[in-house]
């Protein structure tokens, strides 16, 4: 398999994956609750990113040592899981009860990017992926490294446009989703979501 039938079948596969929900969905999701796209691109952006630092880990080797060191394993993953379930226990204690403040978006936005890096950062399966996932495409004579962050970056491109489409749907229900008590709900199910897949990362066993 040549280079260019390498990236289609690879886009294709990661393409299926992009639109799997998961954990960046409901991220995404519950950032643009309040009508803001603002919020949900920084998610989206953050989210990319910390996709692009594992694909370049990856590329790089650190996926080789997160597959055969089990405490390097342990150690991330429970970090992870630590942090979902702090995001989580949060939103369900102390949702919000109206939307932000007008003069308070920057700082949200930052902390929307922040946590969208950092859930994809902490999380070993996003590294563990990619060094399963990405050799099965690198064709025969190609550069490792290089060929590999190519196909991560092929994936963070993914992920942006099925996000942007995401918010472009959800930014037009803005004014419902921040009828009476809606906000404070979403906040707590996005909450349980969060608490949900931070135990199961706890959970998760080594490949």
């Not at 280079?3 to 995404?28: E, Q, R």
């Not at 996003?126 to 050799?135: A, Q, S």
């Amino acid at each position: 398999m040549d280079a260019a039938h390498s990236i289609i079948a690879f886009t294709a596969a990661a393409a299926l994956l992009t639109v799997t929900p998961g954990i960046d969905t409901v991220m995404v999701l519950r950032s643009v609750a309040g009508g803001d796209a603002r919020q949900g691109i920084h998610a989206a952006i953050g989210i990319g990113l910390g996709c692009l630092a594992w694909g370049a880990a990856a590329a790089l080797g650190l996926g080789v040592v997160l597959a055969a060191s089990e405490l390097a394993f342990t150690t991330l993953k429970l970090a992870g899981a630590a942090y979902l379930v702090w995001l989580g226990v949060k939103l369900v204690l102390w949702p919000r009860d109206r939307l932000a403040v007008e003069g308070a978006a920057d700082i949200d936005a930052h902390q929307a990017l922040r946590r969208g890096f950092l859930t994809n950062l902490l999380n070993p399966k996003v590294g563990i992926f990619y060094i399963t996932f990405l050799p099965q495409f690198v064709p025969a004579g190609a550069d490792m490294v290089a060929f590999s962050f190519l196909l991560a970056c092929i994936h963070v491109l993914l992920g942006w446009v099925w996000f942007g489409i995401l918010i472009a749907a959800a930014v037009p229900f803005g004014r419902f989703l921040a009828r009476g008590g809606v906000v404070r709900v979403l906040d707590r199910m996005t909450g349980g979501l969060f608490i949900v897949f931070g135990l199961r990362l706890a959970f998760a066993r080594q490949p």
